[in-house]
């Protein structure tokens, strides 16, 4: 049986990825790479390969030590730490998407996985239920790298053949793990402040509404999207992706439902000027019409689940910390 490999596993997503394919596929046919050692113990109980994915010589010798059947490439840096440092966001994330999709070129992997994300889109999109073609007037160089690794997707795919599959991600919230440089990071950092019992000081206003998703919904889709016949996916960019949009101040709301003593105040910072250039809603209508996406988890089952396995991990460390 060929193996599949995820490169960034030590990140947000890859944690959850590693786990949804080590539980689908089995430990052994899971190999995890990352510039840094996850600090997951169950991602490790796959293979670790230490890899820099901005080297080709690298990633090939990776490539050439396993018959791969997909490879997810998650490595990026995203939208607000990429502000900070542009080159090297564009660098990283554009050398990594191409060495991998040489490697599939070269015939050393059969499928292809390449997150894009709703930073695609910018001031003259429209605001509300994107359409899956719309305008891509990224502000960001996360943005940018996005959009041109959507035409670098399209561009293999049409040229060599290459299988490779996107999603447009909205923001991911989940439990095993912190995002790391997003915009939509508050929506999570806002669950350990609120299972603290600390006030939280969110950057962006009460009003910015964003698309946002369970990171588990996510995970499906990924899986869904890698198990679609070829011929049923139409859209070799990247697919608009859905489930739920609120604000900060909507989401301050449904946690207060649950901890009546959460606070939260707004200092909005340089990202909510990405913020304000993403739009609130997206249209996934081509998902669900080419290999059947649909969403299971809306905005209070996300707060109930959030809330009590952030609960849980900060307990278990506690735990740790006193033995
Ligand atoms: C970010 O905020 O940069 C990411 C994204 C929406 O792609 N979460």
């Not at 089995?26 to 990352?34: E, H, I």
């Not at 080297?55 to 030590?65: E, I, N």
């Not at 912190?178 to 969110?202: M, N």
């Not at 689940?305 to 952030?310: G, N, R, T």
């Amino acid at each position: 049986m060929k193996k599949h490999l995820v490169i960034g596993a030590a990140g947000q997503l890859g944690v959850e990825l590693v786990l949804a394919l080590q539980a689908k596929y089995g430990t052994d046919q899971v190999v995890v790479a990352d510039i840094r050692t996850p600090s997951d113990p169950a991602v490790l109980n796959s293979p670790f390969v230490h890899l820099d994915a901005t080297d080709l010589d690298a990633m090939q010798a990776v490539f050439q030590g396993g018959a791969y059947a997909a490879v997810y490439h998650l490595a990026a840096m995203l939208s607000a730490v990429g502000e900070k440092r542009p080159l090297a966001a564009w660098d990283l994330n554009m050398a990594s998407l191409l060495n991998v999709l040489e490697c599939a070129r070269e015939g050393l992997v059969e499928r292809v996985f390449w997150p894009s994300s709703i930073a695609v889109f910018g001031p003259a999109t429209p605001k509300h239920d994107v359409p899956q073609e719309a305008p891509l007037d990224p502000t960001t160089v996360y943005g940018i790298s996005k959009v041109a690794g959507e035409g670098w997707c399209r561009y293999y795919h049409a040229q060599y053949g290459v299988d490779v599959r996107s999603l447009r991600y909205p923001g991911l919230l989940g439990h095993r793990s912190l995002p790391g440089g997003g915009t939509t990071d508050y929506a999570v950092d806002i669950f350990l402040s609120a299972v603290r019992g600390e006030r939280y000081t969110s950057f962006l206003g009460p009003d910015s509404a964003l698309p946002m998703m369970f990171i588990e919904d996510a995970v499906r889709a990924t899986l869904e999207l890698m198990d679609a016949e070829a011929e049923a996916v139409h859209i070799r960019t990247s697919y608009n992706l859905a489930a739920m949009t609120f604000t900060p101040a909507e989401l301050a709301a449904a946690i207060r439902e649950r901890v009546p003593s959460f606070e939260i105040e707004y200092a909005p910072d340089s990202r909510q000027a990405i913020a304000d250039s993403w739009p609130a809603s997206i249209d996934d209508q081509a998902a669900r019409r080419d290999w059947g996406w649909h969403h299971a988890v809306n905005i209070g089952e996300l707060v109930d689940v959030m809330l009590e396995a952030w609960e849980q991990r900060l307990a278990t460390s506690a735990a740790r910390s006193a033995q």
